[in-house]
């Protein structure tokens, strides 16, 4: 087979292309930095569909991407994007869609597919502001909860939401990582800001890049089973071409893969489905804070919001406030014990964020005692972000009770 | 007719784990699925080699009782699965189980887009005129005129003719026949499966338990004497008139042609950019 690549080989190529900018910082934009985290994790397989704020991710991997050995193609549309994506990681492939809001709502159902059948796969949205077409070069995070729930039938997700270019690049390694770890679909949220922003970034020497590949069975065949889950609810995944010869389907499923209707059966998948974030929540859960341990009031925000609000701590806490910052790189799995934690230590937060209140409702449903600290949003969607000054207006408004 | 070597049928299938089947008494599905498992056994392709990729539907319940590597897709999106593990390991054999809904209607944008490419994937089309699985509503392959739960006053829609669709679409090989005529179904399905390219075999297929039943065209055996009746080669429907040809299901090869490839289209973009050996 032609296409049966040398790994090696082509590790050496994508450190060649990485790599010129290993040392020294370069400029680079957000997208570029997802594309270049992607070949990093070994990405070697993506289809898409073009839209504004993504669309350089698809550009830059049609560069790259056939020079390694690796595919892409161009589908007709998102829907078809995700469906290859999973047709190609069950032929062995670590594989990548990039999209924006109205992509990602034609992929939903096909994420969903990606679940149940426990393939490994990654979404990356570059969030645009507004339902429908809205605003396609504005940013928004109005997808925080579709990227939790917008696939039917209720499950898990792991969601990754990084602030800058840099973190752009180590999330999308993270994401194939937990993808081919976990067995699942991992989406990365972006802002359509960092898609475009162009910062510094040192990347890292690529040796020293942790990449994750699934687990492979080692059974033979006729003992094989897709869904063999160990005491973690992990399992390992053969590929279609490894004499394996097992089936996938969308609809619930035994351990073999092979469709049942039985409760206890379907009770046990979407056991394993629930379970194996749950027990791993140590290992999918990363946050950052900045002076929560003797902080008064709070800031909570994720992506670009969260990096308008260290820079509001910054701030604050030159004008002698005590405030402290928790910002979620996972943002589902949601962090609840440390949200939990930082609601008992703190008289108020403040929750930043570029739609209605998505996060805000999470923080919502963590207050459980009367003394924990008060919750107060802050809310935009018309397109243009919250700035550092707002953000520390809102502190002190809140700071004397 | 030559005889069936049921024995050769067995070996193929999933038999210690997925049967019984769902389909009906009397439904094509079963003499369509034993033309695909023959022409692979005549071909003597390996089947660790063979993906076998359905979307949603009563024909696309088929990969489930074979044992090849099997997916079971999503409505409609069949053809966009396969494009994804053709396009990873061209070096498999990718055969698409899809019913006419499942590619005309809700997949009809992978279809053509597919047939454009000229992506070689073998694409099996089961096609009964109806949506089977949800019990009987009209789909884009059923005739104008007809009853479907959903066209109580008979259907208003205009039918798709879906080998000219693949044709004008970009097909490289098109060909149809009836589930009455289950050896050139076969030799159909062989001739798919070798052509390097996008290929299509439109099987029309009797759902005698609903479309037979919503338009009165009798029972299952009844259905297939219509099939033999009602059909005749291309070859011979350019000799007769018109008049004697219009309603008349034509089967045959309609278009065989070798074009570029389109996985090998690609091996040669990333040939020129990688360096020469050596070098
Ligand atoms: C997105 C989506 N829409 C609708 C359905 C319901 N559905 C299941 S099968 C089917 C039609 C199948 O008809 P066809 O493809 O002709 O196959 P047949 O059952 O006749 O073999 C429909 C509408 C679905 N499963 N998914
Ligand atoms: S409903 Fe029709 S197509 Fe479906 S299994 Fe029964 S006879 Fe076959």
């Not at chain 1, 459980?368 to 700035?387: C, M, P, Q, Y």
């Not at chain 2, 050769?8 to 033309?35: Q, T």
């Not at chain 2, 045959?252 to 090998?264: N, P, Q, S």
Request: glycine letters at 8%; one cysteine or more; aromatic letters at 6%.
């Amino acid at each position: 087979m032609t296409k049966e690549k040398a790994t090696s080989k082509k590790t050496e190529k994508v450190e060649a292309i990485v790599e010129k900018k290993v040392t020294k910082a370069v400029i680079m934009q957000g997208n570029e930095a997802v594309a270049k985290g992607a070949l990093a994790a070994g990405c070697d397989f993506f289809a898409g569909y073009p839209i504004t704020p993504s669309t350089e991710v698809a550009e830059i991997l049609s560069n790259e991407l056939p020079k390694i050995g690796g595919t892409f193609i161009q589908m007709e549309d998102e829907i078809a994007s995700m469906c290859a994506i999973i047709g190609a990681s069950l032929a062995g492939a670590k594989a990548l869609t990039a999209t924006s809001g109205p992509g990602f709502s034609l992929m939903q159902e096909a994420i969903g597919f990606a679940k149940i059948t426990e393939t490994p796969t990654v979404v990356v949205n570059v969030q645009r502001m507004g339902p429908s077409t809205g605003m396609p070069t504005s940013p928004g995070q109005g997808d925080i909860m579709q990227s939790r729930w917008g696939s039917h039938g209720d499950a898990p997700a792991i969601v990754l939401y990084p602030d800058s270019v840099k973190e752009a690049f180590q999330l999308t390694i993270r994401a194939f990582n937990l993808a081919e770890k976990y067995r699942s679909c991992v989406v990365l949220l972006m802002d359509e800001v960092l898609g475009h922003m162009r910062e510094a970034v040192t990347l890292p020497d690529l040796s020293t890049v942790r990449v994750i590949n699934r687990i492979k069975p080692t059974v033979p065949p006729q003992w094989y089973k897709h869904y063999d889950e160990n005491q973690k609810y992990l399992s390992p995944i053969a590929s279609f071409g490894e004499g394996y010869r097992f089936h996938v389907t969308g609809l619930t499923h035994d351990d073999h893969g092979f469709p049942t209707n039985k409760p206890n059966e379907a009770a046990k998948m979407m056991e394993r489905l629930n379970k194996k974030i749950k027990h791993n929540i140590r290992d999918l859960v990363q946050i950052e804070t900045e002076h929560m341990h003797e902080a008064k009031v709070a800031v909570f925000a994720a992506g670009i919001m969260g990096r308008a609000s260290k820079e509001a701590v910054k701030m604050a806490r030159a004008e002698g406030l005590k405030v402290g910052l928790l910002r979620p790189l996972t943002i589902w799995p949601f962090p609840d014990d440390a949200v939990t934690k930082m609601l008992k230590d703190v008289d108020a937060v403040v929750v930043p964020e570029l739609n209605e209140g998505q996060l805000f409702h999470e923080l919502e449903r963590l207050v459980r005692e009367r003394k924990d600290g008060s919750l107060h949003r802050l809310n935009r969607n018309d397109g243009t972000v919250i700035t550092p000054a707002e953000i520390l207006t809102k502190i002190k408004e809140v700071y004397n009770g | 007719m030559a005889k069936i070597p049921q024995r050769k049928i067995h070996d193929y299938l999933r038999h210690d784990k997925k049967f019984p089947h769902v389909w009906c008494a009397g439904c094509s599905n079963g003499i369509v699925l034993g033309a695909v498992i023959r022409a692979i056994d005549e071909l003597k392709l390996n089947r660790d080699n063979i993906v076998m990729v359905s979307g949603i539907g009563c024909s696309s319940r088929m990969p489930v009782y074979v044992d090849f590597n099997t997916l079971h897709s999503l409505h409609g999106r069949a053809i966009a699965f396969a494009t994804g593990v053709k396009m990873y390991k061209p070096g498999m054999k990718v055969i698409v189980i899809t019913g006419d809904g499942d590619a005309t209607a809700i997949g009809g944008n992978h279809f053509i887009h597919a047939a454009r490419r000229n992506l070689d994937l073998t694409v099996v089309l089961l096609n009964n005129n109806i949506y089977g699985m949800t019990g009987g509503q009209y789909s884009p392959a059923t005739p104008h005129g007809d009853k479907a739960t959903t066209t109580p006053y008979g259907n208003i829609d205009p039918n798709f003719d879906i080998c000219k669709l693949a044709i004008g679409a970009g097909a490289s090989h098109v060909a149809r026949t009836t589930a009455f005529h289950a050896i050139e179904l076969q030799k159909q399905i062989k001739e798919a499966l070798e052509h390097p390219g996008f290929s299509l075999v439109e099987a029309i297929c009797a759902c005698p338990v609903i479309y037979g039943r919503l338009n009165k065209k009798g029972d299952a055996p009844a259905m297939m004497r219509n099939m033999r009746d009602n059909s005749i080669p291309i070859k011979a429907a350019e000799k007769l008139p018109p008049e004697q040809v219009a309603g008349k299901i034509l089967r045959g090869t309609f278009i065989k042609e070798v074009r570029a490839e389109y996985t090998d289209a690609y091996q040669k973009m990333m040939d020129q950019l990688s360096p020469k050996e050596g070098e």
